[in-house]
Structures are given as structure tokens and as C-alpha cells.
């Protein structure tokens, strides 16, 4: 391991340093190094991550053997995915768990150098001021980032899937009919709803479809399904949970 992690103690700009440098090393995995970084995420293989390092180096390699492992883990077998994404759907799920690997990193070294309340504001304010490695992959503005809610029926929808979305997949991948009266208010809720792989918004001109395991929608071009293929599925999962349950023991 480089950089901060040879000090016992350290500062919120060494911590911010490292972020950087990890932060430039993924971004480059996904962009400009995008078709190497493709090439050696082989879904033959065991389980695989992706590291960036302080250097603004990065690599794909199987996780840490040791237990606990020194640093917080990257997502684990991102490989597995590849193939049953399209790839730019692919690279942007890489992305946001990727985002997710530098902030637990970067609180990993604040809570070990002992930083307070001050200390980790400033670090998350200077990290803030950097574009998230989704946002440099999908080149979507700030703006644009802002702009997505949280659906408004997440909390109300039943395991049953009793109020779905038009246009979507139920659980036994079979057509949602709604009612004429709901179709104004069902198209009003449904449009804060966001594809999973995507990021875009609802449109009732698209076929989608809703995880079984994690309830999460998505456009089925987004994870290569079609309604002709789902109404032939009892049971669906995206890539997400399919990861999840091939690295379980």
C-alpha cells in the first residue's frame, strides 16, 4: 500500500491526496483505459476488483486474502457482470461502486487517524469539489445528478408489487394494464423513477422491469431483457444481486 497508509498519523490534506489519486486512477480505468480495463474483467475468471492507488495507478485484481484485509475492499466480482450488460451500463455500475470504495476509504484513514467533526467536513467538502468517477464516466452534470428523486412509491410498494408501474414488469414478468382513472397520477409518480444501470428517468414508451430480490427497476435494454423473455421468467435478478449471491460462501 502507498502513501498515507506508511504514516501512524496523518493530515486531512495527506488523506485528500491519496482520494485524488485514487479518484484519477479509476477514472482512468473507465475512460481512457476503458478497453483494457474490458479485456481483463473476464467472466472466467474468480472473483475480481478494481483498485485505484494514490500513484493514479489502477488495477484489477482478486481481493485482499487477508482478513480483516488492511483497507476497505472494492466490489467484488465485477466481472461476473460484464457480459450480461451493455457495456457502457457496465462501466457506469463499476463507477458508482467504485465512488462508493473511495469515500469508505477515505473515512477508513479519517477514523483511524482520529479526526473530528471539523476535520471530516473539510475532507468531505474537498472531495465534494471533485466530479464523482460516475459523473466523469456517464458525463452527466451536477445538474443533472440534482435533479433525480428518489421515487415517491419506494415506500409504499408491496412485496406483491400490488401498485406497479405502467408500462413495467411484475414479478411474474407478465404486462402491468393500469386503470384509465390512474394513468395520470401513475405517469405523474412514475417519472421520478430511476433505471438502475442508467441513471435516466421513466418513460411509458419503454419496457422495463423490477428486480425480484432488490425491487429496483430497470430499462430492459439497460440489462439486455425483453418482454418476450420475461414473460417466460418466474424469478428475475439484476446484476447486481446476481454478483451478490455468486460471492456468497
Known amino acids: 500500500m502507498e502513501d498515507v497508509e506508511q504514516f501512524h498519523s496523518g493530515t486531512v490534506e495527506q488523506v485528500f491526496k491519496d482520494f485524488k489519486g485514487r479518484h484519477v486512477g479509476l477514472i482512468k480505468a473507465l475512460t481512457s483505459d ?3 480495463f474490458y ?3 473476464d467472466p472466467e475468471k474468480e472473483n475480481l476488483c478494481l483498485y485505484g492507488f494514490p500513484s493514479e495507478q489502477w488495477e484489477v485484481n482478486l481481493p485482499a486474502e487477508e482478513v480483516p484485509p488492511e483497507l476497505p475492499e472494492p466490489a467484488l466480482g465485477i466481472n461476473f457482470a460484464r457480459d450480461g450488460m ?3 451500463d457496465w462501466l457506469a455500475l463499476v463507477a458508482a ?3 462508493a470504495w473511495l469515500l469508505s476509504v477515505a473515512f477508513y484513514f479519517g477514523a483511524r487517524f482520529g ?3 471539523t476535520d471530516r467536513r473539510r475532507l468531505f467538502n474537498m472531495i465534494n469539489d471533485l466530479p ?3 459523473e466523469a464516466v456517464t458525463r452527466k452534470s451536477k445538474k443533472q445528478v440534482e435533479k433525480s428523486t428518489v421515487p415517491h412509491h419506494s415506500s409504499t410498494k408491496s412485496k406483491s408489487h400490488s401498485k406497479p408501474h405502467p408500462g413495467m414488469q411484475v414479478k411474474q414478468a407478465k404486462p402491468i394494464q393500469p386503470m384509465e382513472e390512474e394513468e395520470e397520477e401513475g405517469d405523474e409518480e412514475n417519472g421520478d423513477t430511476l433505471c438502475g444501470a442508467c441513471g435516466d428517468t421513466y418513460s411509458s414508451n419503454e419496457f422495463w422491469i ?4 432488490c425491487e429496483t427497476w430497470f430499462h430492459g435494454k439497460c440489462v439486455k431483457i425483453t418482454p418476450a423473455r420475461a414473460e417466460n421468467m418466474k424469478q428475475y435478478k439484476c446484476p447486481s444481486c446476481t454478483i451478490s449471491k455468486k460471492t456468497q460462501p
Not at 423490477?210 to 430480490?213: G, P
Open 210 to 213: 423490477c428486480c425480484d430480490i
Open 97 to 99: 461502486h467504485s465512488d
Open 34 to 36: 476503458a478497453e483494457e
Open 86 to 88: 451493455n457495456k457502457k
Open 132 to 134: 464523482t468517477v460516475y
Open 115 to 117: 479526526f473530528d467533526k
Open 39 to 41: 479485456a481483463q474483467c
